[in-house]
């Protein structure tokens, strides 16, 4: 894709159009190729945009181009990703985004996470025999959470940035407005997801041709509905989502079948800006997503357990240092299970969790060459109480603004079920609840009582949308899609950067490992060395290599200059420089 991109730039057509046509006549690239062109990070001087689709990733940089800032970009982005790639952009879920500013020598979080119902209850997803009912919870009307995409993007954009929401979204809608060429991931995706969208008959409609047929490489996908939803947002605000005709649409699809969101409820969302978590490893700064996201405490949490081992003298994903990764990850989820959940609701020991005195004393209950058996491992004691699809991308500008943005819809295509007459997707989010406590999540995470569903709350997330200074300036800034994985993935990228000094988009591609501390096993990637592998399952790691994790999207800023790596796991993403 950077090939494509770069002849488009060289012909002087790096409009929207031009990109649509040359992916249109690129489709045959192999991936092998495409991920072959993304060894070297794309640099930029101006701007750096990086997303999962290029056509964000485009739409994004005309924006920076025309004298917009990051926040503008991140918007802008952000709503063409929602037509783009609907199996995961939305205006139908939730995120988080952390937003730095080098003039103001600040770091903020926008909490755009999705809130449970009035109506909600700590049991309504368990049945007759108090077992949790996994098919109400995922993939019922019931799952849907109050979305917060919408209200969060305004509120930033109306905060932070220079441009008008109608200018904002004026991209995204002439995509779902005119149609955009399918590529082969969103063929695939939608192949995959048949039996789940076909069952209700507007998602049926939507995603797939009158017949009944796919939408293959090549054809053209326009979403009619969607564009009328989106204008109707443009013209009247983010308003219009929670209190007008959509909002009516969204509580009718609720009527219809059993859901819990009411008009009510819609009225009530508002998005809340939030103090980032802030830790430092080896000198950086690290500011990450605070609760009801449990990313930014566990990452600083590793980190602050890793940083008393040489992790740059035993080496980049060599057996000693994965091992050491692994066992501070299980600590650290089991933290996660009991502790963490919406401060509006409950009192988490954010203070104890990421002092460094809490990770001194999981660095003595270590064994530097043997695993501790998760079912050994319990929840610590720390003290300081203080009163698998997601999308992510990164952006800065050249007036030291940096956005790093991760939001999300649950499940890809979420619950599977289109709002009818406005063209979007609903959520399953409620499943991130404990619906029991001590039974496991789609992503094998266990939850305690600090994440039962309550009327108005917001279920505990992993997205962690992160921030890197030094010496106050924006250094590194990244995040990643990925469930439960999205904590690690995002660790290994700050630490293959800062430990092992690889360039940003080597940092992106290197193959990745996950430990949640149950189930217990050690998930790696292909490419770690057979000899590795010998040497951990001798330690007595049961290693399983499994699919890939996470599509992280990063942004590292050096010596004035801006390094894009866009994550080849993602055949769609593409990093680009101005």
């Known amino acids: ?25 690129h489709t045959a690239f192999s991936t092998a190729i495409i991920e072959g062109e993304r060894m070297h990070p794309e640099l930029g001087t101006r701007g750096m945009v990086v997303t999962s689709h290029f056509l964000a990733t485009a739409s ?24 783009t790639q609907p199996r995961s952009g939305n205006i139908g879920g939730g995120g988080f985004m952390l937003l730095s500013s080098e ?4 770091v903020v979080a926008i909490d755009y996470r999705e809130k449970a119902p009035s109506s909600a209850h700590a049991d309504m997803f368990l049945d007759q ?17 109050i979305p917060g995409t919408v209200a969060g993007l305004a509120l930033a954009l109306e905060k932070y940035g220079t441009i008008s929401l109608r200018k904002a979204m004026a991209p995204a809608i002439k995509l779902a407005q005119h149609g955009f060429p399918v590529t082969p991931r969103f063929s695939k995706g939608l192949k995959a997801a048949e039996k789940r969208l076909k069952k209700w008959p507007a998602s049926t409609r939507h995603f797939y041709k009158a017949d009944g047929s796919y939408y293959e490489p090549g054809d053209l996908f326009v979403q009619k509905e969607l564009a009328a939803t989106l ?66 405490v ?14 740059t003298e035993l080496g980049h994903n060599s057996a000693q240092t994965l091992h050491l990764m692994t066992e501070a990850m299980k600590y650290a989820y089991a933290d996660r299970s009991r502790y963490l959940g919406d401060e509006d609701f409950v009192n988490v020991p954010l203070k104890g969790l990421i002092s460094k005195e809490y990770a001194r004393s999981i660095q003595e209950m270590i064994d530097p060459n043997l695993v501790t058996a998760s079912k050994t491992i319990s929840p610590g004691q720390p003290t300081g109480y203080e009163s698998n699809e997601t999308t992510h991308f990164s952006i800065v500008d050249q007036h030291g603004n940096a956005v790093s943005n991760t939001y999300t819809i649950n499940f890809s295509y979420g619950s599977g ?36 569903i309550e009327p108005g709350k917001r279920m505990l997330s992993s997205m962690s949308p992160t921030i890197v200074k030094h010496n106050g300036r924006n250094f590194l800034i990244t995040g990643s899609p990925g469930g439960s994985r999205i904590i690690t993935t995002t660790l290994q990228v700050i630490m293959n950067v800062i430990d092992h000094g690889l360039n940003i988009q080597s940092a992106v591609a290197a193959p990745r490992m996950h430990h949640q501390w149950l189930p217990d096993e050690l998930r790696i990637e292909e ?43 993602r055949s769609t993403s593409l990093a680009a420089g101005l």
């Open 129 to 145: 025999h108090g077992e949790a009912d996994k098919q109400a919870s995922r993939f019922s009307h019931k799952s849907a959470g």
């Open 103 to 106: 003039k103001r020598s600040e």
């Open 527 to 569: 490419g770690i060395s057979p000899d590795t592998i010998k040497k951990l399952e001798d330690m007595g790691h049961v290693v399983k290599q499994k699919s890939a994790m996470g599509a992280i999207q990063s942004i590292l800023i050096k010596d004035g200059i801006m390094y894009g790596g866009s994550d080849p796991r």
């Open 417 to 452: 079920i289109t709002v009818e007459g406005a063209g979007f997707l609903l959520n399953n989010e409620m499943d991130d609840f404990s619906t029991k406590p001590g039974t496991a999540n789609a992503y094998g995470l266990i939850g305690g009582a600090a994440n039962k």
């Open 231 to 296: 204008k109707r947002i443009s013209a009247n605000g983010a308003s219009e989502f929670y209190e007008g005709k959509t909002a009516e649409l969204l509580v009718s699809e609720m009527q219809r079948h059993g859901g819990l969101i009411s008009m009510q409820d819609m009225k009530s969302y508002q998005p809340v800006i939030r103090k980032p978590i802030h830790g430092n490893y080896r000198e950086y700064d690290i500011y990450s997503m605070s609760p009801p996201s449990s990313g930014g």
């Open 60 to 83: 994004a940089q005309e924006v920076l181009k025309s004298g917009g800032n990051a926040i503008d970009a991140a918007v802008t982005a952000a709503f063409s990703l929602a037509v």
């Open 298 to 311: 566990h990452v600083v949490q590793i980190l602050n357990i890793l940083e008393g081992y040489p992790i």
């Open 1 to 25: 894709m950077l090939k494509i991109a770069t002849r488009i730039k060289h012909r002087g057509t790096s409009t929207l159009p031009g990109l649509m046509l040359m992916l249109f006549c």
